[in-house]
């Protein structure tokens, strides 16, 4: 099944989106800030949100792996 028509995939996708962009733009940092607009800019704001809101991601994905490991 596709991860769009399964929320739970969809949401993990959109976590690992964010985590993998936060810490691109932690290593090299032009290579996201040069692509703020247009079709690239969705993964500056991926990484905005995953600096900003770090403890709340943080959060999130360690309820998606026990929800990953131990519910399904």
Known sequence: MSAIFNFQS???????????CAYIRALAPSLLDKNKSGILGIFWKCARVGERKSPWVAFCCVLMAFSILFVQ
Not at 10 to 20: A, E
Request: glycine share 0%.
């Open 10 to 20: 969809l949401l993990t996708v959109i976590l690992l989106l964010i985590c993998t």
